[in-house]
């Protein structure tokens, strides 16, 4: 999804302006009505603030983004070395190839119980599911780069006597890199959800798990709350995948 | 023996060598009970199907699915149709790029609290997701637009609803179904996430919950592969559906 109109900080004054306009309808809405189901702002970040003072909003999101990164970078980094290690190995890629795109096709939700039985429940099983989502988006679109590169060039460039390495880091990666930024912005959104889901299933960790667990106990305000702090990781997230795309498209030029 | 049959006898390789693994290790290395063996996966999956289980829950699945992509598809095109709009589409441009970055799974919890547990809050997060990609689809589209051959039509007699209809409704035909084919494997994940948190009696994710909380592992491997099996046909389904439609319509616009 491309960003298709004005430059960054008129998106930016977009943004803020359709929170702050949320945030007020949902003060209007809070003020107009009795029911209990619906918390105001004021009672979610009071409940955010209960939760910041008794450590557990710091535990929560540090418990969150722990897994979110270490599954997306373990998910990052084994795909692009994957797909860059198949174009030297070309009959192995034939054979790799569907099961990673049945791995792609899957729906990795549905394998998340199975984990759990597998595998227990720490935080290492939601790394996994993590690693295994972020690494089926970025194999693809690395793939796609890799399948553009020109076919001439990296013969001539072996002919010259460079190295699988040098041809590897000088021209498969680099011409790769556009499109392995895109796999990125798609991914790291797509990690932290993956991320969050994993928690709502497992119940006891992160920011995932104090929204089940408030929900568990019908407390509204804390839904709100948590729902209010996953979407702010979700910002953060999104924003930095876009900073790190452009950065990346960027150097490709230089 | 040539390219494609060798490739063949590679992947059943593959496949031989991995079930016979799965079967023949050692119950120290995989316990039974907790990776199950192909030789109960079979006879579970069998009853599973003779038993019509599988047809409720793989219905279940589905109609939600459907439902909620046609009803997001419908929303998010029609919000998009506001951007021509001076104030409003902007300010709606604005809060749908924030609810876009707003990862939408959680707000399961909301959904329920106020719609209860089951179809309709499942239908409504369907919705919540299906609607976001169909708006930057088609808004995408709706900027291709060339106000040119828009301005031309005016000039030749063609009011505002015929420009709509001739020139602007054809043309997002490619978008919207790109849209969809986005949109569908993405709202079926999140319709087996919503069954396996919140899950009522029926549906595919639900099925899986209930033999992964009854410790049932064949259940649970019977669940997984029915939920992979069904998204592979869902996409196939739809991929032959829009091939069709766009050919109809005479576009050929579609960047699948």
Redesign the interface.
Known sequence: ?????GSRAS?SA??L???I??VTAWYIVDLGSSSP?IPGPVDAVERASEWYARGQLGVAVRETLTVFLVGFIVGCVTSVALATSLVWMPKLA??VE??VM?VY??????????F???LGRGWHVGALFVSLGAFAIVFVSTMTGLRSVDYRQLQVLLLMGASRWQVTRLLLLRHSLGYLAAGITVAG?FA??ST??VE??QGTRG??GL??Q??GF?D?AG??A??AV??A???LV??AANVIAGRASRWRQA | MTLRAR?LA??VT?VLVALSAWHYAPNSMFPQD??SRPAQVVPRLATFIASGEFFVHMGATTSATVLGVAVGAVLGTAIAMLAPVPFIG??V???M??G???????????F???LGIGTLSQLVLIVSFVMFVLY?NV??GL?ELDDATRKSLHIFGAGRLAVMRIYVFPSMVGYVFSGLRVAL?LA??VA??AE??YGGETG??AF??Q??RT?Q?SG??V??IC??LL??CL?RLLVRLVDRRAMKAGTGAIAV
Not at chain 2, 100 to 110: C, E, F, G, R, S
């Open positions: 999804m491309t960003v298709h109109s998106n977009l943004y302006m359709a929170t306009v949320v189901f034939t054979i569907p099961y049945a096709a899957t729906p990795k939700v549905a394998l998340v119980p199975l759990f039985i597998w959104p932290l959800v969050l889901v709502m299933l920011v995932g929204l089940v408030a929900a019908f509204a839904v709100f948590a729902t996953a979407s990781l979700g910002l999104t924003g | 490739r590679a992947h593959v907790l990776v902007h300010f441009e604005g809060l790029q924030v876009y970055a707003i990862p939408k799974v959680v707000l399961i919890a909301i329920v609290l106020f930057f808004s995408n900027a494997p079926y994940s087996v996430f396996l948190a595919i994710g899986i919950a033999s992964a410790m592992p649970t491997i669940g997984v939920a992979g998204g592979y996409d």
